[in-house]
T-cell receptor, first 114, second 113 residues
Framework: KAGVTQTPRYLIKTRGQQVTLSCSPISGHRSVSWYQQTPGQGLQFLFEYFSETQRNKGNFPGRFSGRQFSNSRSEMNVSTLELGDSALYLC?????????????FGPGTRLTVT | SQQGEEDPQALSIQEGENATMNCSYKTSINNLQWYRQNSGRGLVHLILIRSNEREKHSGRLRVTLDTSKKSSSLLITASRAADTASYFCATDLPKAAGNKLTFGGGTRVLVKP
């Protein structure tokens, strides 16, 4: 089985811009979750999508949004970028969801905001 | 503060030695998971242990869970240089807290050849 893929792998944006990150889960997995990892805050949960519905959400402002398509692929959007949004964004897929089964992580997208 | 917190923050051992790291959490959980992350890359799932389980093994890995103490430990036996990585525990929060999955700050393990 192919693993979780994320595109792009690296991204440089300017403050105020918006960005869209993409994640393709393992075939057959219905859950896709997103995480932000920074040296200061560690690994933080953003949200989980399951069968096209947002099922769980972390404590992030509304500038962070996402969606899931019928083929389970997911996108995450960050609007009005701030310097503090520079981070490694990881997505993970699982069959039953974040609370019930192990997650398989992609390699991440490293976003730098200047 | 985080739901799961690992201890120690960093660990340096010689190849062949065992490495033990601990995870403490605050609220009741349904399950606890351990993940490994090599420098700046995605996480790799190691073991999921449910709240009604006390111990689980996977190859050279042994995970214990003590729900009365709200703690878990990960033991890596006969460590290898390839085990050098950061190790994270992840716990689920109850529905009232938003059904989130929270990760601890991680333990950085360095295995010296």
């Amino acid at each position: 089985k192919a693993g979780v893929t994320q595109t792009p792998r690296y991204l440089i944006k300017t403050r105020g811009q918006q960005v869209t990150l993409s994640c393709s889960p393992i075939s057959g997995h219905r859950s896709v979750s997103w995480y932000q990892q920074t040296p200061g805050q560690g690994l933080q949960f953003l949200f989980e999508y399951f069968s096209e519905t947002q099922r769980n959400k972390g404590n992030f402002p509304g500038r962070f949004s996402g969606r899931q398509f019928s083929n389970s692929r997911s996108e995450m959007n960050v609007s009005t970028l701030e310097l503090g949004d520079s981070a490694l964004y990881l997505c993970a897929s699982s069959y039953e969801g974040i609370l019930r089964s192990e997650q398989y992580f992609g390699p991440g997208t490293r976003l730098t905001v200047t | 503060s985080q739901q799961g917190e690992e201890d120690p923050q960093a660990l340096s051992i010689q190849e062949g030695e065992n490495a033990t790291m601990n995870c403490s959490y605050k609220t009741s959980i349904n399950n606890l998971q351990w993940y490994r992350q090599n420098s700046g890359r995605g996480l790799v799932h190691l073991i999921l242990i449910r709240s009604n389980e006390r111990e689980k093994h996977s190859g050279r890995l042994r995970v214990t869970l003590d729900t009365s103490k709200k703690s878990s430990s990960l033991l890596i036996t006969a460590s290898r240089a390839a085990d050098t990585a950061s190790y994270f525990c992840a716990t689920d929060l109850p529905k009232a807290a938003g059904n989130k999955l929270t990760f601890g700050g991680g333990t950085r393990v360095l295995v010296k050849p």
